[in-house]
């Protein structure tokens, strides 16, 4: 099946829905509004796994494309440290930060598969 649109892309699918749950614990989070460039860093590195796969799908080749997937991917322990960080100093609660890491979960298991696809067609 060729992928016609980078919207249909199911690792960036996932990504999707992950940033919009960080942007939404972060605007809803009091004590996070406060911290201005650390919520820009917790949110950058949310929207950088969705944004690297949508930036490397129209490039004209999949080994160009590829070139983007592990940037994306490696944007996930970056979120998550930071998630650790909205833990350690209380910025969330437990249950939520377990929802978010779980949700980061989700989108790491979707970008190997993806990346593993993509070398098999070259």
Request: contains cysteine; proline residues 3%; glycine residues 0%.
């Amino acid at each position: 099946m060729k992928i016609e649109r980078f919207e249909n892309i199911n690792a960036r699918k996932k990504a999707r829905v992950l940033a919009n749950a960080v942007f939404a614990m972060a605007r809803e989070n009091k004590k996070l509004q406060t911290r201005f460039r650390f919520r820009e860093q917790l949110t950058s590195s949310a929207v950088s796994v969705t944004a690297n796969i949508a930036e490397g799908f129209p490039r004209r080749s999949n080994k160009e494309f590829r070139q983007f997937l592990p940037v994306a991917k490696a944007s996930i322990p970056e979120l998550r440290s930071h998630l650790y960080i909205t833990l350690d100093q209380e910025l969330i609660l437990k249950d939520k930060f377990s929802e978010l890491y779980e949700q980061t979960d989700k989108a790491a298991k979707l970008a190997p598969n993806f990346i593993t696809c993509l070398l098999k067609r070259k």
